[in-house]
């Protein structure tokens, strides 16, 4: 064996975690988003609909927007005290 092999294999492994790690922060942050209440995201002044299709659509990228401009919106708000509700009497959950 060679040392470009060894280099070679060594960048592949890298490379690999580095792209494992991008695939389990999306789909942390995805969940999350969508979990997340829509009366918190209102409250944040923020649009779940958007961010959800950014990360969809842009991967890691759009997660990174999620997590710049909207995550720290959300955790400061909060999720909505138990029993809120959005929208006209009878919508939401059953009591």
Not at 37 to 45: E, L, M, N, V
Request: no cysteine; hydrophobic share 50%.
């Amino acid at each position: 064996m060679d040392a470009g092999f060894g280099i070679a294999t060594g960048l592949f492994v890298i490379f690999g975690l580095f792209a494992l790690g991008s695939i389990v922060l999306w789909l942390v942050f995805l969940i999350e988003a969508i979990n997340m209440p829509d009366a918190q995201w209102t409250a944040a002044g923020q649009n779940k609909i958007l961010h959800v299709v950014l990360m969809v659509v842009l991967g890691i990228i759009g997660t990174i927007i999620y997590f710049v401009t909207a995550r720290g919106d959300l955790t400061r708000v909060g999720p909505p005290p138990p029993g809120f509700q959005t929208g006209p009497p009878g919508y939401g959950p059953p009591q």
